[in-house]
C-alpha cells in the first residue's frame, strides 16, 4: 500500500473520532458531520489508489446508483419513519460487510488456489457470520416497524432453545473452518444459517423492544466491518468498526437500562409473556373518565405548567406539528411547556427528540427523564401523548407487573393528567395501566393529531 | 498470531475505549442523529468493496462487490445528508439553528 494511501487512511480515522466528538453537543455536531465527511473522503480516494482496482466502471456504476438513492432517501424520508430507515441502513451495512468477506475467500481460496492464514479465516468468517445476521435481523426489524411482520412478539415452543442451537452451529462452522483449513467452505453454509439466525433472532421481538434491537443490530453492523478490516489488514475499517461497534453497545446499554431489563431478558423473554397474573392484579374494572376536547382545554389553560410526555402513539398519529402549535398558544396564555422525553418512548433511541425538532420545539423545552421527573409535582398538568408504559405508575409499585422497576415518567404526581389514547386498547406491553383509572386523570379518545388541533382551535 | 493482528488488536481496543468515552458523552437528545452518524461512518467497509469491485478478479468477487459497493455508498451518502437533516432541526428557544 502507498505511503499517502496510508496517510488518508489515517487522517481519516482521526477526522472520525473528532467527527464523533462534535456530536457531544447540538452546538458542534452538525461540524462534527462535515469532519467525518471529509474523514470518508480521505478514506476512499486512498482505496481507489489501490494497485488491484483495474477499472472503475462497476465502481463508478454502483457508486452512482448508490449515491442517487442515497440522497433520495434522505431526502425524502419522513422524520416518522426514522426507525424504518435505520434499521434498513444497519442492514445494507451487515450486507456490504457479508459479501465483502464472501468475495475476499473465494479470490483467494478459489482464484489464487491458496490458503488462507487461519487468523485471517476466522476475521472472515465473524465478518459473514455478523455480517449476515446483521442483514435479516434487521430486514426483519424494518419489517415489524413498516408493519409488513406482525409488530407483535412471535413465539413458539422451544424457541429459544433453537435458536441457541442454531448459533451455536455456526460457532461450530466457524471454529472448523479456522482449525482445519479444508473445511473453509463451511463459509457459505455457515452465511446462510447466519441469515437464518438474524431471522429467527428478532422474530420474538416485539414493538416496544425495537431501540434495543435496532441499537443492537447496530452494534453488530459494527463488529463486522471492525473484523473486515482484520481481514484485510485495514486500520481504518477496524477503527470505525470500532467506533460503531461502541456506540450500538453504549446505546444499547441505555435502552435496557431505560426499561430495567438485561440484554439477556430483551433477547430471550419475549414482552408480554412474562406474568400474565400480574395483570390481574391490577386494577382492572375501575372505571375511566372521560373528557371532551372543551374540558382539556379548559384544564390545560387554567394551569401555569404543562409538562408533555410524548410516546410511539404522537409518531404514528404524525401529531408533532399540532403538538408545537398547542404549546404555542398555551405559552401565549402564559403557560409554560415542557417535554419529558423517556429514553425507551418511541421506537429507536432519540425518536421523540427528532420528531418535536422537525415540528421546530426548541431543543431546551425537550427534557431527559432524570432531569424532569421532580418538576410533575408541581406540573398543573401532566399532558400525554400516546405514550403508555413510560408512564404506568405500576412499574413504581406493582411488584408483579412486568414492567417493574422501569424508571417511569412521573406523569402520575402532576396535579391532573389528561391523556389522549385512540382507544382503550392495552399499550404493546399488553399490560393494564393504572394511571388511566387514578382519580385526577381524565382521557381523550381519538386520533392524537385530530385531538390536539381541536384543543388549539377551543383556545383560539 | 501474527504481529499485524495483534497490532490490529490494539487498534481495535484502542479506538473501542476512545469511541465509548465519546459517545458516553453524547446527549439522548442526540441519539437518533447519532444512529444515523456511525451507520455512515460504518458505509467504511466501502474500502474493502470498492477493491472487490473494480480489481476484476473474478465475474463473482466483482457482481458480490458491486452490490457491496452500492449498499455501503445508500449508506455512506445517505447516513451523512440525514444526519446533516435532522441536526438542522435541532435549534434552541428563539435563537438560531444548531
Same mark, same amino acid.
Given at each position: 500500500?502507498?505511503?499517502?494511501?496510508?496517510?488518508?487512511?489515517?487522517?481519516?480515522?482521526?477526522?472520525?473520532?473528532?467527527?464523533?466528538?462534535?456530536?457531544?453537543?447540538?452546538?458542534t455536531?452538525?461540524?462534527?458531520?462535515?469532519?467525518?465527511?471529509?474523514?470518508?473522503?480521505?478514506?476512499?480516494?486512498?482505496?481507489?489508489?489501490?494497485?488491484?482496482?483495474?477499472?472503475?466502471?462497476?465502481?463508478?456504476?454502483?457508486?452512482?446508483?448508490?449515491?442517487?438513492?442515497?440522497?433520495?432517501?434522505?431526502?425524502?424520508?419522513?422524520?416518522?419513519?426514522?426507525?424504518?430507515?435505520?434499521?434498513?441502513?444497519h442492514?445494507?451495512?451487515?450486507?456490504?460487510?457479508a459479501l465483502?468477506?464472501?468475495?475476499?475467500?473465494?479470490?483467494?481460496?478459489h482464484?489464487?488456489?491458496?490458503?488462507l492464514?487461519?487468523?485471517?479465516?476466522?476475521?472472515?468468517?465473524?465478518?459473514?457470520?455478523?455480517?449476515?445476521?446483521?442483514?435479516?435481523?434487521?430486514?426483519?426489524?424494518?419489517?415489524?416497524?413498516q408493519g409488513?411482520?406482525?409488530?407483535?412478539?412471535?413465539?413458539?415452543?422451544?424457541?429459544n432453545?433453537?435458536n441457541?442451537?442454531?448459533?451455536?452451529?455456526?460457532?461450530?462452522?466457524?471454529?472448523?473452518?479456522?482449525?482445519?483449513?479444508?473445511?473453509?467452505?463451511?463459509?457459505?453454509?455457515?452465511?446462510?444459517?447466519?441469515f437464518?439466525?438474524?431471522?429467527?433472532?428478532?422474530?420474538?421481538?416485539?414493538?416496544?423492544?425495537?431501540?434495543?434491537?435496532?441499537?443492537?443490530?447496530?452494534?453488530?453492523?459494527?463488529?463486522?466491518?471492525?473484523?473486515?478490516?482484520?481481514?484485510?489488514?485495514?486500520?481504518?475499517?477496524?477503527?470505525?468498526?470500532?467506533?460503531?461497534?461502541?456506540?450500538?453497545?453504549?446505546?444499547?446499554?441505555?435502552?435496557s437500562?431505560?426499561?430495567?431489563?438485561?440484554?439477556?431478558?430483551?433477547?430471550?423473554?419475549?414482552?408480554g409473556?412474562?406474568?400474565?397474573?400480574?395483570v390481574?392484579?391490577?386494577?382492572?374494572?375501575?372505571?375511566?373518565r372521560?373528557?371532551s376536547?372543551?374540558?382539556?382545554?379548559?384544564?390545560?389553560?387554567?394551569?401555569?405548567?404543562?409538562?408533555?410526555?410524548p410516546?410511539?402513539?404522537?409518531?404514528v398519529?404524525?401529531?408533532?406539528?399540532?403538538?408545537?402549535?398547542l404549546?404555542?398558544?398555551?405559552?401565549?396564555?402564559?403557560?409554560e411547556?415542557?417535554?419529558?422525553?423517556?429514553?425507551?418512548?418511541?421506537?429507536?433511541?432519540?425518536?421523540?427528540?427528532?420528531?418535536?425538532?422537525?415540528a421546530?420545539?426548541?431543543y431546551?423545552?425537550?427534557?431527559?427523564?432524570?432531569?424532569?421527573?421532580?418538576?410533575f409535582?408541581?406540573?398543573?398538568?401532566a399532558?400525554?401523548v400516546?405514550?403508555?408504559?413510560?408512564?404506568?405508575p405500576?412499574?413504581?409499585?406493582n411488584?408483579?407487573?412486568?414492567?417493574?422497576?422501569?424508571?417511569?415518567?412521573?406523569?402520575d404526581?402532576?396535579?391532573?393528567?389528561?391523556?389522549?389514547?385512540?382507544s382503550?386498547?392495552?399499550?404493546?406491553?399488553?399490560?393494564?395501566?393504572?394511571?388511566?383509572?387514578?382519580?385526577?386523570?381524565?382521557?381523550?379518545?381519538?386520533?392524537?393529531?385530530?385531538?390536539?388541533?381541536?384543543?388549539?382551535?377551543a383556545?383560539a | 498470531?501474527?504481529?499485524?493482528m495483534?497490532?490490529g !488488536?490494539?487498534?481495535?481496543?484502542? +479506538? $473501542?475505549?476512545v469511541? =465509548?468515552?465519546?459517545? @458516553?458523552?453524547v446527549p439522548?437528545?442526540l441519539?437518533?442523529?447519532?444512529?444515523a452518524f456511525?451507520n455512515?461512518?460504518?458505509?467504511?467497509? !466501502?474500502?474493502?468493496?470498492?477493491? +472487490? $469491485?473494480?480489481?476484476? =478478479?473474478?465475474?463473482? @468477487?466483482?457482481?458480490?462487490?458491486?452490490?457491496?459497493?452500492l449498499?455501503?455508498?445508500?449508506?455512506?451518502?445517505?447516513?451523512?445528508?440525514i444526519?446533516?437533516?435532522?441536526?438542522?432541526?435541532f435549534?434552541?428557544?428563539?435563537?438560531?439553528?444548531?
Amino acid at each position: 500500500m502507498s505511503g499517502l494511501a496510508e496517510f488518508l487512511y489515517f487522517l481519516a480515522s482521526v477526522l472520525f473520532i473528532l467527527g464523533l466528538r462534535g456530536l457531544t453537543s447540538a452546538e458542534t455536531a452538525r461540524r462534527g458531520v462535515w469532519l467525518a465527511e471529509a474523514g470518508m473522503a480521505a478514506a476512499v480516494l486512498g482505496t481507489l489508489m489501490h494497485p488491484d482496482i483495474v477499472t472503475y466502471k462497476w465502481i463508478i456504476i454502483s457508486g452512482g446508483i448508490g449515491s442517487a438513492v442515497g440522497i433520495a432517501m434522505s431526502a425524502l424520508i419522513p422524520m416518522t419513519k426514522m426507525p424504518e430507515r435505520i434499521a434498513l441502513s444497519h442492514a445494507f451495512g451487515g450486507l456490504a460487510a457479508a459479501l465483502v468477506g464472501v468475495s475476499e475467500y473465494y479470490h483467494h481460496t478459489h482464484q489464487l488456489g491458496h490458503e488462507l492464514p487461519r487468523i485471517t479465516m476466522g476475521a472472515l468468517g465473524f465478518e459473514v457470520l455478523f455480517g449476515g445476521l446483521t442483514f435479516t435481523g434487521s430486514l426483519m426489524a424494518f419489517g415489524k416497524l413498516q408493519g409488513v411482520i406482525p409488530g407483535r412478539n412471535i413465539t413458539y415452543p422451544y424457541q429459544n432453545e433453537s435458536n441457541i442451537a442454531l448459533f451455536v452451529t455456526a460457532v461450530l462452522m466457524l471454529i472448523g473452518m479456522i482449525m482445519w483449513p479444508a473445511l473453509s467452505w463451511l463459509l457459505y453454509p455457515m452465511l446462510f444459517i447466519a441469515f437464518g439466525v438474524g431471522v429467527l433472532l428478532v422474530i420474538p421481538i416485539g414493538g416496544a423492544d425495537m431501540p434495543v434491537v435496532i441499537s443492537l443490530l447496530n452494534s453488530y453492523a459494527g463488529l463486522a466491518a471492525a473484523a473486515t478490516g482484520f481481514a484485510l489488514g485495514n486500520n481504518v475499517l477496524i477503527i470505525a468498526g470500532a467506533l460503531d461497534g461502541a456506540s450500538g453497545f453504549i446505546l444499547s446499554i441505555v435502552m435496557s437500562r431505560a426499561m430495567n431489563r438485561s440484554f439477556t431478558n430483551v433477547l430471550f423473554g419475549a414482552f408480554g409473556k412474562v406474568d400474565e397474573a400480574a395483570v390481574a392484579v391490577s386494577s382492572s374494572g375501575a372505571e375511566v373518565r372521560e373528557a371532551s376536547v372543551g374540558d382539556a382545554a379548559m384544564l390545560l389553560s387554567s394551569g401555569s405548567k404543562v409538562i408533555v410526555c410524548p410516546g410511539y402513539g404522537m409518531a404514528v398519529a404524525q401529531a408533532q406539528h399540532a403538538m408545537r402549535e398547542l404549546a404555542d398558544i398555551l405559552e401565549k396564555e402564559g403557560v409554560e411547556v415542557k417535554y419529558a422525553i423517556h429514553p425507551v418512548a418511541g421506537r429507536m433511541p432519540g425518536h421523540m427528540n427528532v420528531l418535536l425538532a422537525e415540528a421546530n420545539v426548541p431543543y431546551d423545552a425537550l427534557k431527559e427523564l432524570e432531569e424532569i421527573n421532580d418538576e410533575f409535582a408541581e406540573a398543573d398538568v401532566a399532558l400525554v401523548v400516546g405514550a403508555n408504559d413510560v408512564v404506568n405508575p405500576a412499574a413504581k409499585t406493582n411488584t408483579g407487573s412486568p414492567i417493574y422497576g422501569m424508571p417511569i415518567l412521573n406523569a402520575d404526581l402532576a396535579k391532573a393528567c389528561i391523556v389522549l389514547k385512540r382507544s382503550m386498547n392495552p399499550g404493546f406491553a399488553g399490560i393494564e395501566n393504572d394511571l388511566f383509572t387514578m382519580p385526577n386523570t381524565v382521557l381523550v379518545f381519538g386520533d392524537a393529531k385530530d385531538t390536539l388541533e381541536k384543543i388549539g382551535q377551543a383556545l383560539a | 498470531m501474527t504481529p499485524e493482528m495483534f497490532f490490529g !488488536l490494539y487498534v481495535f481496543v484502542l +479506538a $473501542a475505549f476512545v469511541g =465509548y468515552g465519546v459517545i @458516553s458523552g453524547v446527549p439522548p437528545l442526540l441519539h437518533t442523529p447519532l444512529m444515523a452518524f456511525t451507520n455512515a461512518i460504518s458505509g467504511i467497509s !466501502l474500502v474493502g468493496s470498492l477493491v +472487490a $469491485a473494480g480489481a476484476q =478478479y473474478n465475474s463473482f @468477487s466483482t457482481v458480490l462487490g458491486f452490490v457491496a459497493v452500492l449498499a455501503a455508498t445508500i449508506n455512506v451518502v445517505g447516513g451523512f445528508l440525514i444526519t446533516d437533516r435532522m441536526l438542522k432541526m435541532f435549534r434552541k428557544r428563539g435563537g438560531g439553528r444548531a
